[in-house]
């Protein structure tokens, strides 16, 4: 089995990554970090114990992150798509039970480099960092233990290559902390973007939610009710901010990235972050002709299998709810 971190800010598509990450045969998950984001890092952090303790994984640790981006001054936050709590339910409602787990006292970052260095030393065999908030710890991680390259590879979720979500031309994880993400992209390890454009044919449509409850959408589960629940609010901010019918897993997309890679199609090529632009700081600028014959640094994903990805991530929810 591979072995992968988890790095969240969960958020309603985290929540089910995390899902994917824990119950894919493939993986083992070593553990979960936080980082603030979707909403503050306490918010975050207790969202990531709830779904872990509601899907049968309650022995999965959870460290928390940073608070804030490594040189901005504030998290940037998005409570329009993922409400107050950060994985709120329809009307405002709490959608999972309070786990009543506290995360680990330690620091994340020393916490992750020894979960990944003890992991790789045990199985000589390079850790998956999974990345779908800001990539702050991830940089962090790079930055004060920087042998750590030759024993991870990053899968992120962020970035686009042309249209953005939170700006015109930027996506909200890069936004968050666009110098983390430069560090991320320049530290030499295999990095693997999934951008906008793939995570946005990734779609919860109406299929979706019966097949969550094998047909029976009106005797669902307990867990199947909180996770048609999940989607339901997530349908409802994506239908009132963004105008789409039903709402992209943008996250489960770099778990299933992990879990087998042959689902998408990729590109490497030079990605730069625009770190100092008032109008498009964050802009993952994609180098798609070698324009700049810069080194090409980030394997860029341009397409999903969504059949098959549909597949994996119903398995992992039928998993999750027999555990
Ligand atoms: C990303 O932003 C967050 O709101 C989601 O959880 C996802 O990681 C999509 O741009
Ligand atoms: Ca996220």
């Known amino acids: 089995r591979i072995a992968v971190w988890c790095d969240v800010d969960p958020g309603h598509d985290d929540a089910l990554a995390i899902v994917l990450a824990g119950h894919s045969k493939r993986l083992e998950l070593l553990g979960v970090s936080t980082v603030a984001g979707n909403q503050t890092i306490e918010k975050v952090t207790q969202n990531a114990l709830d779904i872990l303790d509601a899907s049968g994984m309650a022995h999965i640790d959870v460290v928390a992150g940073q608070a804030k981006p490594?040189?901005?001054?504030?998290?940037?936050?998005?409570?329009?798509?993922?409400?107050e709590s950060g994985l709120d339910?329809?009307?405002?409602?709490?959608?999972?039970?309070?786990?009543?787990?506290?995360?680990?006292?330690?620091?994340?970052?020393?916490?992750?480099?020894?979960?990944?260095?003890?992991?790789?030393a045990r199985r000589q065999q390079k850790v998956q960092?999974?990345?779908?908030?800001?990539?702050?710890?991830?940089?962090?991680?790079l930055i004060l233990y920087p042998e750590v390259v030759d024993m991870l590879e990053i899968v992120l979720m962020g970035g686009c290559m042309g249209i953005g979500n939170?700006?015109?031309?930027?996506?909200?994880?890069?936004?968050?902390?666009?110098?983390?993400?430069k560090v991320v992209f320049e530290c030499g390890a295999r990095v693997t973007m999934?951008?906008?454009?793939?995570?946005?044919?990734?779609?919860?449509?109406?299929?979706?939610?019966?097949?969550?409850?094998?047909?029976?959408?009106?005797?669902?589960?307990?867990?199947?009710?909180?996770?048609?629940?999940?989607?339901?609010?997530?349908?409802?901010?994506?239908?009132?901010?963004?105008?789409?019918?039903?709402?992209?897993l943008?996250?489960?997309?770099?778990?299933?990235?992990?879990?087998?890679p042959d689902m998408f199609k990729t590109e490497?090529?030079?990605v730069d972050v625009e770190t100092h632009s008032a109008l498009s700081a964050g802009q993952t600028v994609c180098d798609v002709w070698h324009q700049t014959g810069r080194l090409k640094n980030v394997h860029v994903a341009k397409a999903i299998d969504?059949?098959?990805?549909?597949?994996?991530?119903?398995?992992?929810?039928h998993a999750a709810d027999a555990a």
């Not at 506290?102 to 790789?120: D, E, N, T, W």
């Not at 449509?205 to 199947?224: A, E, I, M, N």
């Open 306 to 317: 969504t059949v098959r990805f549909w597949d994996m991530m119903i398995m992992a929810l």
């Open 268 to 270: 490497l090529m030079r």
């Open 250 to 260: 943008h996250d489960p997309c770099a778990v299933a990235y992990v879990i087998c």
């Open 194 to 248: 999934i951008p906008l454009e793939v995570t946005h044919t990734a779609i919860a449509t109406p299929v979706v939610l019966s097949r969550l409850c094998k047909g029976h959408l009106q005797d669902p589960t307990p867990y199947q009710a909180a996770m048609m629940r999940l989607l339901v609010f997530f349908a409802e901010t994506y239908k009132a901010v963004f105008s789409f019918d039903d709402p992209p």
């Open 166 to 181: 939170t700006g015109p031309v930027v996506e909200f994880n890069i936004q968050t902390d666009p110098e983390a993400a």
């Open 129 to 141: 960092l999974v990345c779908t908030g800001a990539l702050t710890n991830a940089a962090l991680l």
């Open 89 to 120: 339910g329809p009307d405002g409602t709490q959608l999972l039970p309070r786990s009543g787990r506290r995360p680990l006292g330690q620091k994340a970052v020393p916490h992750m480099f020894s979960c990944i260095s003890g992991a790789y």
């Open 70 to 83: 490594l040189i901005r001054h504030a998290p940037i936050l998005c409570p329009e798509i993922h409400g």
